[in-house]
């Protein structure tokens, strides 16, 4: 089913709809408010691409639910400032990104993906539905979240922009220990981390004789994949879409 | 025993009233907290010594006031002789028995029918037996001290949803009650307002941004100036001798837009000095000339009597949000002194006047200027203080920059009024300190870091403390002179988005402040 699915997605957005004209007020409205996320051209950063045709086949009241209720359980958050026109405006927007050319990616195969995604380690720290490890990001819906071009980068140069929930900390104790961790809570005086076996770890900084803040990722850069796995990996990456819809919600199952 | 009969009756009588000579005198009141500031001048020091540097650290909880209602607790309540008059959000105020935080009186504004407004307030003025609040419609109220009783209520200006609001403590000064409003975002156009404490009748009003045929109406293009905002949304200060008050201005509409308003743009982001007899204007300086990053000079203008190279002098002082520590003459306006004390990278430097010399490429954009500090500027709204015994300025600083966004923007009543927006800049952290300056030289003391940048301001005492809270929720006592932490307390919530204040009830000490939506009393044990 998965591979079926994603050859449509494929399919779709080899074949463009009608170009349409965005307004100067639509994309001034994008850039001050969504670009932030999904890069001034709305082609994607720490948000997903925009300029697909799984935006573009959305009609305009799922659209306008989207920006004013967000999409609970990803890190797209409500708009509810806009107004009608605005919103009109702002989805004008999207719908002549969709319509544009978009830089195609050479594509791969997915079940071959899903063997290097096993034989790299990566399970070590990521999850997908209910296996795997908790420590890294949950790539349940990556598919979904992420673009192709961003998921590329994430995996040669993990560095390059790091999620604020994964922040690196590494703490030298005074009793001499060394320990690194991800960043669940820091305040003045104290710091929660959670370890990669999963556990927590909390303590006052009075009982640390350094606090180092990492400025690059905890996962290791893999550049020494060959490009047809690197791409297989890709192609299997993006066939994460957490429901058939990609929605993050499993409203039937009451999980977020 | 009749002396001593005679002179208790005379304790007794006298609080009745809080005529303005104790208002001027304020700070020789330390048991009470007679204006939003604590006194005229805003020094936010008390003489107080119960709770000192030594035994700061069994200090605990004596009483929590939870609202319920009202939002997040911006206010600085006031303390007069054991009772505390405390202001909420959405027109709620309440006097609480200052030892026990329980409730003597509620009152709850009425809103005119139609009306839907809600939002913060800062806190109340009193005058005789009179307090007097703003509303969130953007009325003056006066009520009845003893009952909380509605007095007179006065429209400051017409309500229309998205215009103008209200959310300052007023300031009583001599017969009249000083308020300004709220709107900078909103395209109104800023005032100072002042009314008769006894009827409620509007006796002047300062506009603070001048139309074309008015003086200072030439630093605005075209009719800019009739939505050129210029808000007037904290508290002024006040010197009796000099018959002055000083109150700082908001910044220019739209906020980060500057194509539309060419010029100066008089009397945004300045500090005014006025009488507050006429609400006419003795001297302005303006801190940032035609502001285009929402930098308000609303931060206090503090008033200090200092040795200023070698000569006493009378000195108005301000940190402001665009990052600069300002000293000025307060009888001419004269400018003294200006120091960066946060990352900033807009002016080159300030020249002999304290005009600023701006670097290339700070202007906002359409496709986003990186400018230090962010929009919520170097500091802000929460209030410094200053201790005689350390001659050290406290206040919170903040370390954020943004990436600025502007595109022309149409002007419609009743909607944001901005000219597009500013974003955190991905990846940068945000921190923030509690910063111990001479206010001499602007030399920095002692910094005690935070993990974020804060929203609460500072109280000092002759204990030897400065008292401050973090944008993690917790309230902090420092030492005065070394910066050392001495104690702290997790409040649970991290909307510490006032300062900190002092009194005494039957010779116990109080330390209070409002954290979320409940006021918080601690005491020693």
């Given amino acids: 089913m998965k591979p079926l699915l994603f050859l449509l997605f494929l399919t779709a957005t080899s074949m463009p709809a009608q170009p349409v004209a965005a307004s100067a007020e639509g994309k001034a409205l994008f850039r001050s408010n969504c670009a932030f996320c999904h890069g001034l051209t709305g082609l994607g950063g720490r948000g997903p691409s925009l300029a697909s045709a799984h935006v573009g086949a959305l009609p305009d009241s799922e659209i306008q639910s989207i920006i004013k209720n967000g999409i609970p359980g990803t890190t797209m958050p409500s708009f509810e400032g806009f107004d009608a026109a605005e919103l009109g405006q702002l989805i004008g927007f999207l719908r002549a990104l969709g319509s544009g050319p978009v830089t195609a990616h050479p594509g791969g195969d997915a079940a071959h993906g899903a063997a290097v995604y096993q034989a790299s380690g990566c399970a070590g720290c990521h999850r997908i539905g209910n296996s795997g490890s908790i420590y890294g990001p949950e790539l349940t819906r990556i598919g979904s979240a992420r673009s192709w071009a961003y998921l590329k980068e994430s995996l040669a140069a993990p560095s390059a922009d790091i999620s604020p929930d994964y922040e690196g900390v590494a703490v030298t104790l005074k009793s001499g220990k060394k320990v690194t961790g991800l960043r669940l809570n820091e305040d003045t005086f104290t710091l929660q981390l959670r370890l990669p076996d999963g556990s927590f770890l909390m303590l006052p900084k009075s009982d640390a004789a350094e606090v180092r803040h990492l400025d690059k990722s905890i996962m290791p850069a893999y550049t020494t994949l060959p490009e047809r796995s690197l791409n297989d990996l890709l192609a299997y990456l993006g066939t994460l879409r957490g429901t058939a819809t990609g929605a993050a919600v499993d409203k039937a199952a009451g999980v977020h | ?525």
């Fill in chain 2, 1 to 525: 025993m009749r002396m001593m009969m005679g002179f208790l009756l005379a304790a007794l009588a006298l609080p009745a009233q809080v005529n303005p000579e104790r208002l001027n005198h304020a700070l020789d009141e330390p048991q009470n907290w007679l204006t939003y500031w604590g006194d005229y001048s805003a020094v936010r020091y008390r003489t107080l010594k119960q709770i000192n540097a030594g035994n700061v650290k069994n200090l605990r909880v004596e009483w929590i006031f939870q609202s319920g209602k009202g939002g997040i607790a911006e206010t600085v309540p006031l303390v007069v002789d054991g009772v505390m008059y405390a202001t909420l959000g959405d027109g709620i105020a309440v006097a609480l028995d200052a030892q026990s935080g329980r409730q003597l009186w509620r009152y709850q504004y009425v809103f005119p029918a139609g009306v839907k407004a809600t939002g913060a307030n800062r806190g109340f003025a009193i005058l005789g037996d009179r307090l007097f609040m703003v509303t969130p419609d953007s009325h003056v109220i006066a009520l009845e001290a003893k009952t909380g009783k509605l007095i007179w209520n006065t429209e400051m200006a017409p309500w229309k949803s998205g215009t103008h609001y209200a959310t300052l403590a007023p300031l009583a000064v001599k017969d009249k009650v000083i308020v300004g409003i709220s709107g900078g975002e909103q395209g109104v156009r800023g005032f100072v307002d002042a009314y008769d404490a006894a009827t409620g009748k509007r006796a002047w009003r300062f506009w603070t941004i001048p139309l074309k045929h008015e003086k200072g109406g030439d630093t605005w293009d075209a009719d800019s100036a009739e939505r050129g905002g210029g808000p007037a949304w904290m508290t002024g200060t006040y010197d009796p001798q000099l018959n002055t008050v000083y109150w700082g201005i908001g910044n220019p509409g739209p906020d980060l837009d500057g194509g539309v308003r060419k010029g100066d743009n008089l009397y945004s982001c300045s500090l005014v000095a006025l009488n507050p007899d006429d609400g006419s204007l003795k001297w302005h300086f303006q801190f940032t000339p035609h502001d285009t990053h929402d930098w308000d000079a609303a931060e206090t203008p503090m008033l200090l009597d200092l040795p200023w190279q070698g000569k006493m002098r009378k000195l108005v002082v301000q940190a402001n949000r665009n990052a600069f520590f300002y000293v000025l003459d307060r009888e001419t306006g004269e400018f003294l002194m200006g120091k960066p004390f946060a990352r900033q990278n807009w002016a080159k430097r300030l020249d002999a006047k304290g005009r600023p010399i701006l670097l290339p490429h700070t202007e906002p954009s359409p496709e986003g200027t990186h400018l230090c500090p962010g929009l919520a500027g170097g500091t802000n709204w929460m209030a410094p203080s200053y201790n005689p015994e350390t001659k050290m300025f406290y206040f919170a600083v903040r370390e954020q920059c943004d990436v600025y966004y502007a595109e022309p923007q149409k002007y419609v009543e009743g909607k944001g009024y901005w000219g597009s927006v500013s974003r955190g800049v991905t990846d940068e952290k945000e921190w923030g300190s509690l910063r111990a300056l001479d206010p001499l030289t602007g030399a920095t003391k002692w910094d005690f870091r935070y993990y974020r940048a804060p929203w609460a301001g500072t109280l000092t005492t002759a204990g030897g403390l400065v008292f401050s809270a973090d944008e993690d929720g917790y309230l902090m006592a420092f030492d005065a002179k070394s910066g050392t932490n001495l104690w702290k307390f997790n409040t649970g919530t991290g909307h510490l988005v006032t300062s900190p204040m002092t009194y005494s009830v039957k010779g116990r000490q109080y330390l209070t402040m409002p954290a979320g939506g409940a006021i918080i009393t601690f005491a020693l044990p």
